[in-house]
T-cell receptor
């Protein structure tokens, strides 16, 4: 079974600064998907960014980018120019490409609480 | 565009009472549907998923059950709630080529 580990329960950053959230995972599969989800106080899960394991290029979405190190099984999220609206819980998640057989859902880390200091 | 509706948003139920949480998806066909639970201070745990009408897979043994009576409807149920069933429940959907999209969640408190 896959596992996802987020070793930082809480991170704090000054507004406009850059912060990196860590995520490691364990899998025996060679192809898979990785995601970062944001959960603001409203509790709705919002996709921030996704990465396909077969792609060597790191995904980027505006101020959000990832550092995907497949050999190290590491998938960190970098937030540039942090804004007050970025304050939330951030979850790293893994998904197998296969459907059915118990591998279809997302495996989540325990999350990192990001605090933005004004 | 696709949307997902989940209700109720908040629910307080006594121990031993039944439960029914409903989730519906609009704007897509034959989605994979999921129920997750989020305990306080933890990530999300997959409870059930469904790849089609009447097809339910359970990830963890528990006091809950799920049903999919229609293509875009997913229901989470219990005959008798336990205190340990309290938590935040999220419904989600995806298709073959999309990421998972989540509903707004239900805060369940069993008292």
């Amino acid at each position: 079974a896959q596992t996802v580990t987020q070793s930082q329960p809480e991170m704090s950053v000054q507004e406009a600064e850059t912060v990196t959230l860590s995520c490691t995972y364990d899998t025996s599969e060679s192809d898979y998907y990785l995601f970062w989800y944001k959960q603001p106080p409203s509790r709705q899960m919002i996709l921030v960014i996704r990465q396909e394991a077969y792609k060597q290029q790191n995904a980027t979405e505006n101020r959000f980018s990832v550092n995907f190190q497949k050999a190290a099984k590491s998938f960190s999220l970098k937030i540039s120019d942090s804004q007050l609206g970025d304050a939330a819980m951030y979850f790293c998640a893994y998904r197998s490409p296969y459907s059915g057989g118990g591998a279809d859902g997302l495996t989540f880390g325990k999350g990192t609480h990001l605090i933005i200091q004004p | 565009s696709q949307t997902i509706h989940q209700w109720p948003a908040t629910l307080v139920q006594p121990v031993g009472s039944p439960l029914s949480l409903e989730c519906t998806v609009e704007g897509t066909s034959n989605p994979n549907l999921y129920w997750y639970r989020q305990a306080a201070g933890r990530g999300l745990q997959l409870l059930f998923y469904s790849v089609g009408i009447g097809q339910i897979s359970s990830e963890v043994p528990q006091n809950l059950s799920a049903s999919r009576p229609q293509d875009r409807q997913f229901i989470l149920s219990s005959k008798k709630l336990l205190l340990s069933d309290s938590g935040f429940y999220l419904c989600a959907w995806r298709t073959e080529n999309t990421e998972a999209f989540f509903g707004q969640g239900t805060r369940l408190t069993v008292v």
